[in-house]
């Protein structure tokens, strides 16, 4: 395999094309550190310099079978010869038909009708109408550090940088909770932190601020992705699921970049034995085509025709490329490399926080992986700058990362990822670590 770095990136290619995006693209846009893409395969990237990355970050927990794998590629090819675009909400074509009956194979039994949108965002604006359809209740609640996406109802329930809410209110309502971080609890005792933010929900906010009767639903990441990669406690969807139950609302599991196998099951909610009454997905299930879709039980998914549709949504070269990824998701023993493979990549890191004293956490599940940086090991100040330096600093050896949270790394590889890659994301990481 040819080396990494061969130009010290941005090279001359770069900074001419980042030039023109200063010049004419949205200001929103983020641009971690100045990487501009070429071509991808594989768990590599090469930039337009030439330079080979190392990538940990999978398009942001959407390459999860690789980039451009020739079963996904060529799925695609085939497909667009004859439909790309079946405006399937008012025309039936096969292709998405087929799509959401392999999906349903893969999720808990009950969780069996289908809605196809564009994006995560779109799959959770649409969970959030039908909630409210089928209640006929107005409020929401969810989780602080919790992201869900950028459109009006995905951003209501989004909680996570103040950046992402300043001067878009007023917004839907929803009553957002601390999320139970072990490393950071909420009430100040990792071991009960789950129960104490149950409780909370049942002794403030259902007392003081909304009736239980009027909360259409609960939107939970199972595992905090843009967040910070926190991992709850295993009791945590439980004691939700109950409470739900209780009080006649519905569980919304937004799985858009916990599924799909990033944490070694399809659903990171299977991990604690929990069925959610309504699944977001989007990110990795379109195979890095834009794609979003929201599940649940066809006695909840009971809105009449011409309720909710859009017109790309069930496109024909989305469906293509997801259903080919499915079929590289259900090869045997899939689910169990994921989990061995985080593990491998999670003892790796606690192997670099005892060299670094930067390192104030590790945790994960699967492939999805955080490092918490800090400043001080007792009081948890989050390291901000020395994040961003490292991520840097990575980058120009080669290591493609992205930040979550406040100071977090977040560990996102292609889940085709090696034991010998991930040995050599680590070594960059190591020599860039030194003196933080
Ligand atoms: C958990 C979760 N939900 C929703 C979204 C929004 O997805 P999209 O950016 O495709 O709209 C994201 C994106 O990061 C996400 O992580």
Known sequence: MEPLIRVEPPGEK?????????GVISRSMMREYPLVLQKASGVNLWD???????????GIAVMNTGWNHPRVVSAVQEQAKYL????????????PVQCAEELVGFLPEGLDRVYFSNSGAESVEAAMKLARHHTGRN???SFHRGFHGRTYGALSLTAGKVIQRRSFGPFLPVVHVPYPDPYHPPGGDPGTCDADVVAYLEETVFRFEVAPEEVAAIFVEPVLGEGGYVVPPPGFLPRLRRL?????????ADEVQSGCFRTGRFLASTHAGVVPDIVCLGKAIGGGLPFGVTVA????MDWPPGSHASTFGGNNLACAASL??????????FGDRVTARGEYLAKSLRELQERHTVVGDVRGLGLMVGMELVRDQSTKEPARDERETILRHAFERGLVLLPAGESVIRFSPPLIMDEEDIDTGIDILDRVMEGF
Not at 297 to 300: A, H, R, T
């Open 139 to 141: 409020y929401f609640i």
């Open 297 to 300: 039980s066809d006695e909840v």
């Open 48 to 58: 337009v310099d030439g330079n080979r990355y190392l990538d940990f970050a999978a």
């Open 324 to 333: 080919a990824v499915m079929d590289l998701l259900r090869d045997e023993g």
């Open 244 to 252: 739900c139950d209780e009080h006649g609302i519905l569980l919304v």
């Open 14 to 22: 770069a900074l001419g094309i980042l030039r023109r995006d200063a």
């Open 84 to 95: 790309s675009h079946g405006a399937f909400l008012d025309f039936c074509s096969e292709r």
